[in-house]
């Protein structure tokens, strides 16, 4: 996350720092908490049967995957045969294997005749390649194995928004001036660099327009606050023309509002409240 601090001034220009093939088996046994993701899997390859006389095991071939983190994809394992199916231990293996994790209602479980259990596989960091999801089970047979396989492109953009943090200050030595101090937040899979643009506006008042680069910080001219007294609110926006493609674009905007006290006399904090 990076913040960019960014000095206001309230008068005055101000520059500154920026988730199947789905067998047709009744669920009957417990469903796993779900994980929570930003989109669920996209598709899975049809079930594939394996049997040993009246001891059968059902699953996907293949999974895939969304290729951010926390996606997520739920397989189905299901009981196609007349005895009781036996899933032990549960792994992922191969080269990607630490980008994914699994859960769910399966390990250790014996899943009756007819009836399924599901393996909640999510991804934890962007996948660098396959992986396997290894089912061992009561078979006499190898552990059934369920490709992963990630799709897409991880989201690469930033996401930017003010800070839910401010301070603000009134000094009146040397010169006037009122100053908001808070900070350009990146919130998103995606890294920033360079300035980005913040517009403030001031209820029944002046619009300013200036850049918030990372821990630049260039103050404005001062400002004469002998009729400044009373309460301001400041309307800020990080990329307001959305010149900077977002993860999210709707959490751009903050408000501030700060109540200067009458004839202020030398440096001191102000009340403000960010909203």
């Not at 990329?239 to 501030?256: G, K, L, M, S």
């Not at 440096?267 to 403000?272: L, N, R, W």
Request: with cysteine.
């Amino acid at each position: 996350m990076t913040g960019a601090a960014l000095l206001l001034t309230y008068s005055g220009a101000a520059v500154a720092d920026g988730f199947t093939g789905k067998t047709t088996y009744p669920r009957i046994e417990s469903t796993p908490t779900p994980t929570p993701s930003p989109t669920p899997s996209t598709s899975s390859a049809g079930p594939d049967e394996t049997c040993e006389g009246s001891l059968c095991l059902s699953v996907p071939q293949e999974q895939q995957l969304c290729a951010a983190a926390g996606c997520h994809a739920s397989i189905v394992i299901a009981n196609t045969g007349s005895r009781p199916l036996r899933i032990n231990e549960i792994e992922i293996e191969g080269p990607a294997a630490q980008t994914f994790r699994h859960s769910g209602d399966c390990a250790n479980q014996t899943v009756k005749a007819g009836r399924t259990c599901t393996v909640v596989v999510t991804v934890v960091a962007e996948p660098t390649g396959t992986a396997t999801l290894v089912i061992h089970q009561n078979l006499a047979g190898p552990a059934t194995q369920v490709t992963l396989v990630p799709s897409g492109t991880a989201d690469r953009r930033p996401n930017f928004r003010m800070s839910t943090k401010a301070t603000c200050s009134i000094s009146t030595i040397g010169s006037d001036r009122f100053t908001i101090r808070t900070a350009v937040r990146n919130d998103g899979p995606g890294g920033f660099e360079g300035s980005v643009p913040v517009r403030v506006a001031e209820t029944g008042g002046q619009t300013r327009e200036f850049a918030a680069t990372i821990d630049a910080v260039v103050l404005s001219i001062p400002t004469d606050l002998s009729s400044a007294d009373g309460t301001h609110t400041f309307t800020l926006t990080v990329d307001p023309d959305h010149e900077v493609d977002e993860a999210d674009e709707t959490n751009n905007i903050r408000r501030i509002t700060a109540t200067v006290p009458q004839g202020p006399s030398g440096t001191s904090d102000v009340p403000c409240t960010p909203s």
